[in-house]
């Protein structure tokens, strides 16, 4: 959520522009409109000119109040300050309501208001202005006709779509034997590398959650329709296992010694896809049900970007592991999330797709998150005021996408798979595929 005292404040920072100056640059290189900050301010201002109301009127209420106790002390006739005080009482309810109204209208705009982009963020309009930033092994064309992933796990019985499709519907799949083995060797890879080399503790979050925490999140309001819902309850299937592990410190006051506190989770992620028909209608890319590995951090303000780049060298470490080739890229302001100030996508090579696709979303949300969520840290200084932490999520990595990866990088001509070496002690031992 965005500091509406921050947007009203004159201060002019070191770019030597203010808060407001800033955001509405941000705004507008999101594609969004500066109008938004108008409404905000507008909606602050009429909130504020009428607590001064109710203050006036509650003051002038306790001045006759203390008027009509000395008249009725001095046995004198207090109908008219009665009149007047039910009068003045009436307004102070009246106008209570309308600015509880306004107070929540204006709660409700605020948490539509997307993040404010880190300065070094690159500028650009879609995913094609994405800066790379880095790229290791070589996306090279395999020496014979490469099959997509899909094709690879039907010919060898290993991914089932269809049977799927009669028990569950579009976009889930039934893993199968060597595939299912995969599936859950490289998540608990994964989980292995990032607690015993990155030092993160484990958790396994709650898969269905309450609105307070996908609020928390940013994934409420605003792509409320992205989220399976549980009828007639408040409770909602992840999206993914940030959700329940940012929320973890909601409402909370850290220590400063206590940061960062680093999380890793694993989970199923459930999302509707609402807005993807007819984008990758085949295999394993757009998944309503997919399991993931999630790195979750809870930053020092001036550590979390420094926090970034280590999440970012977690994930690409799993790939290294795995020798696949991958690239790095900067999202440019018009493709980065909603709650994020500044994110990095690897994108693993697939040669069956010739093409890079998004395997990890690492994102820096500073304090955008924690501000609604209520995560506080208390400073290490005597009398110091609790300030906001910063958050940090990515995954490391989505562990369908990775089988993905494998199943096309380590296919053979003859149609078998070879299983990497570093894979090879969560899975039994197995070596390949037939």
Not at 329 to 354: H, M, N, R
Request: charged share 30%; aromatic share 8%.
């Amino acid at each position: 959520m965005i500091d509406i005292k921050a947007l009203e404040s004159e201060h002019v920072l070191e770019s030597g522009k203010t808060y407001k100056q800033e955001y509405i640059e941000s705004l507008k290189s999101r594609g969004e409109s500066e109008s938004q900050v108008t409404k905000a301010l507008e909606l602050n201002s009429k909130r504020k000119a009428l607590v001064r109301e109710i203050e006036t009127s509650k003051a002038q209420q306790n001045k006759v109040g203390a008027e009509i106790a000395q008249k009725k002390k001095a046995k004198e006739d207090a109908s008219d300050l009665l009149e007047q005080m039910q009068k003045v009482s009436a307004e102070v309810k009246e106008n209570g309501k309308v600015l509880d109204f306004i107070e929540n209208e204006l709660h409700d705009f605020m948490l539509r208001l997307p993040n404010k982009n880190c300065s070094d963020v690159p500028e650009g309009a879609d995913e094609s202005a994405n800066l790379e930033v880095k790229k290791t092994g070589e996306a090279v064309e395999l020496p014979f006709k490469a099959k997509e992933h899909f094709d690879l796990g039907e010919s060898l019985g290993i991914l089932d779509f269809e049977r799927a499709t009669k028990v569950a519907g579009a976009r889930f799949t039934f893993l199968r034997g060597a595939a299912a083995r995969l599936e859950m060797g490289l998540a608990q890879m994964m989980l292995n590398m990032h607690i015993t080399e990155g030092g993160y503790e484990m958790v396994i979050p709650p898969f269905a959650v309450n609105s307070t925490a996908l609020t928390g999140t940013g994934q409420f309001p605003k792509f409320k329709e992205d989220v399976f819902h549980l009828s007639d309850t408040d409770y909602h299937l992840i999206p993914t296992a940030e959700v329940p592990v940012t929320n973890f410190f909601a409402g909370e006051i850290l220590k400063e010694a206590e940061l960062p506190t680093e999380f890793v989770a694993y989970s199923p992620c459930f999302r509707s896809e609402a807005g993807s028909y007819g984008k990758d209608t085949r295999g394993l890319i757009r998944q309503h049900q997919f399991n993931k590995v999630e790195l979750v951090m809870f930053s020092h303000p001036d550590k979390s970007y420094e926090q970034h780049e280590k999440m970012l060298a977690d994930a690409e470490r799993v790939l290294n592991r795995l020798e696949l080739p991958y690239r790095v890229v900067s999202l440019c302001s018009g493709d980065i999330g909603f709650g994020a100030a500044k994110t990095y996508d690897i994108e693993v090579w697939l040669p069956g797709q010739k093409a890079y696709r998004e395997i990890s979303s690492c994102s820096n949300c500073e304090d955008f998150q924690a501000r609604r969520a209520n995560i506080r840290y208390r400073p290490s200084a005597p009398k110091a005021k609790p300030q906001f932490v910063h958050t940090l999520n990515g995954s490391g990595l989505a562990v369908g996408r990775t089988l993905i990866a494998v199943l096309e990088n380590y296919q053979r001509e003859d149609g078998s798979i070879a299983v990497p070496e570093a894979l090879q002690p969560f899975v039994g031992g197995l070596k390949e595929i037939r």
